[in-house]
Nanobody
Framework: VQLQACGGGLVQAGGSLRLSCAAS????????IGWFRQAPGKEREGVSC????????YYADSVKGRFSISRDSAKSTIYLQMNSLKPEDTAVYYC?????????????????WGQGTQVTVSS
């Protein structure tokens, strides 16, 4: 299994970015892909998650209404559209995979992780 995240960058507050996670090597659709982030000096936290099979989505309260997770028709790329970005969204963002029956916001439930991509939001 391979997960590769990209799309981070520097943006002003109020701006938008779209992160992508290329996912490959899965032998089953019974997995979900989650996005986590880790800011300097803070613990890694769950941001959002989507099941590859049926597309069920989950969001942290801090990003509801601003972020949107989706997948392409081949279910091989997961997107995180981030709008109305705030300085507190600054973090390294990671994508990871989890069995569908796991708790989406618990990082210890995830099996595979991609490398992070830096998102910096300036005020």
């Amino acid at each position: 299994v391979q997960l590769q995240a990209c799309g981070g960058g520097l943006v002003q507050a109020g701006g938008s970015l779209r992160l992508s996670c290329a996912a490959s090597g899965f032998t089953s659709d019974y997995v979900a892909i989650g996005w986590f982030r880790q800011a300097p000096g803070k613990e890694r936290e769950g941001v959002s998650c989507i099941s590859r099979s049926v597309g069920t989505t989950y969001y942290a309260d801090s990003v509801k209404g601003r972020f949107s997770i989706s997948r392409d028709s081949a279910k091989s790329t997961i997107y995180l559209q981030m709008n109305s970005l705030k300085p507190e969204d600054t973090a390294v963002y990671y994508c990871a995979s989890i069995e569908n029956d796991g708790d989406w916001d618990r990082e210890d439930e995830y099996d595979y992780w991609g490398q992070g991509t830096q998102v910096t939001v300036s005020s």
